[in-house]
């Protein structure tokens, strides 16, 4: 009898070594995910540039002084389905004076920011640098026009010469 329950024993311990093994090889076979997708086109498309060169009409120091400089206007036009929206955020590259005023790379000297819907008769937009717009797309086009012109930064008279600055958009199309 001792002999038998033994026999027993190492019978069950070798049925149950084969059943996890079992288990554990059914369970890899189980837990296979076969995973699929496609890709599409985003639902709005950029009609300008990824980077671009704007070039600021010279100004005088007596129209910085007089802060009466021109606006340089850049468009910015997306082509959309329709309802879509675009999410742009502008980031100061360089740093800024304010919430809609960008750091140059000559003291005292700024460049004011603006940004407007052009699709919607040129509606001002309320440009914060680095805070979120939304724009939702009415039609299948979105036009907008930044644009921008130096100021003068303080009290003192900048230095004359050239200068330069950096503006980043980031773009989500939803």
């Given at each position: 009898m001792f002999m038998q329950a033994r026999v027993s024993l190492i019978a069950a311990l070798l049925a149950?070594?084969?059943?996890?093994?079992?288990?554990?090889?059914?369970d890899e076979e189980a837990s296979r995910l076969d995973?699929?997708?496609?890709?599409?086109?985003?639902?709005?498309?950029?009609s300008f540039p990824t980077s671009q060169s704007v070039d600021i009409p010279k100004a005088s120091l007596s129209v910085l002084s007089a802060d009466s400089s021109e606006w340089t206007d850049v468009?910015?036009?997306?082509?959309?389905?329709?309802?879509?929206?675009?999410?742009?955020?502008?980031?100061?590259?360089n740093g800024s004076f304010d919430s809609n005023t960008l750091r140059t790379t000559?003291?005292?000297?700024g460049l004011k920011t603006r940004l407007s819907?052009?699709?919607s008769s040129?509606?001002?937009?309320?440009?914060?640098?680095?805070?979120?717009?939304?724009?939702?797309v009415e039609d299948t086009l979105l036009k907008l026009k930044l644009s921008v012109r130096p100021v003068r930064i303080g009290d003192q008279m900048p230095a004359v010469g050239?200068?330069?600055?950096?503006?980043?958009?980031?773009?989500i199309y939803q």
């Open positions: 149950s070594v084969t059943l996890c093994c079992g288990t554990a090889y059914g995973i699929t997708g496609t890709l599409i086109k985003p639902p709005c498309t950029a468009d910015l036009n997306f082509q959309c389905l329709k309802g879509s929206q675009v999410l742009l955020r502008f980031n100061a590259g000559l003291d005292r000297v819907d052009m699709s040129g509606k001002a937009v309320d440009l914060t640098l680095g805070e979120q717009q939304t724009f939702t050239s200068y330069s600055s950096t503006l980043l958009m980031e773009m």
